[in-house]
């Protein structure tokens, strides 16, 4: 049998396992979600930091988000995340010779374009971004911002006003701003924001996954019976 027709199979047997509730809101919160736009996080190494980001990731309905780690590991803190990692895609760059370039280009290789945000004399606001294509929002360390790596290979700049003293925003304030202001421009400007069919199909049996206790014991149990048919 083919791999889509396991996942349908696999879909319908975890579901009776999960409230008819339960799976509506499941579909409601997926029908929102989006990789029109992908975080990247470069070296952020404050846990409560990226918590907090994946926390409004979640809140906000974006749901890929890309660790860089060349010399910081992430660690998440439920306390701060409030279990939305179980929601959220996650992918991790830390085996490799350059992990900034190694995800930048994977992102490019997807037809992702690159906007770093700094305070680069090539900035645009987040009105005036173009949002028309699927871009990923690099956000640098806490002390020093995105690496030169980053900012030879942005396609664009992207940058918050401020009006004060203090010269940068905390990392977490300045994601959450730009998630709020991008999330709500996506869906109003961009027609096809949501995830594909393929997506929202892998994505729904994670979430359900993350719904059921002991999912790994029922779904050993069901591949038993479905290849044994097989």
Request: aromatic residues 10%; contains cysteine; proline residues 1%.
């Amino acid at each position: 049998m083919s791999d889509l027709a396991y996942k349908n199979a696999l879909t319908e047997y975890l579901e009776g396992f999960v409230s008819e509730r339960r799976r509506g809101r499941l579909h409601e919160v997926l029908k929102e979600r989006t990789n029109h736009m992908q975080l990247v996080l470069e070296d952020v190494y404050q846990t409560h930091n990226f918590s907090a980001v994946l926390r409004s990731a979640d809140i906000f309905g974006i749901q890929t988000t890309n660790f860089i780690e060349n010399r910081n590991k992430y660690k998440i803190s439920e306390d701060v995340s409030m279990g939305s990692t179980q929601w959220l895609t996650l992918n991790r760059f830390q085996n490799h010779e350059n992990n900034t370039k190694a995800c930048l280009t994977d992102l490019k290789s997807q037809g992702y374009k690159i906007v770093a945000t700094s305070l680069h004399k090539n900035s645009v606001s987040l009105e005036e971004l173009d949002i028309s294509k699927p871009f990923a929002l690099v956000f640098g360390t806490e002390l020093t911002g995105i690496t030169k790596d980053v900012e030879d290979m942005a396609d664009e700049f992207v940058k918050l006003p401020m009006y004060g003293f203090t010269e940068s925003f905390n990392i977490s304030v300045c994601a959450a701003l730009c998630m709020y202001h991008l999330s709500s421009r996506i869906r109003k400007e961009v027609s096809n924001y949501g995830l594909s069919e393929d997506e929202k199909r892998d994505i729904y049996i994670d979430w359900l996954k993350a719904s059921i206790r002991k999912h790994d014991l029922i779904i050993k149990e069901f591949d038993a019976k479905y290849y044994q048919k097989a």
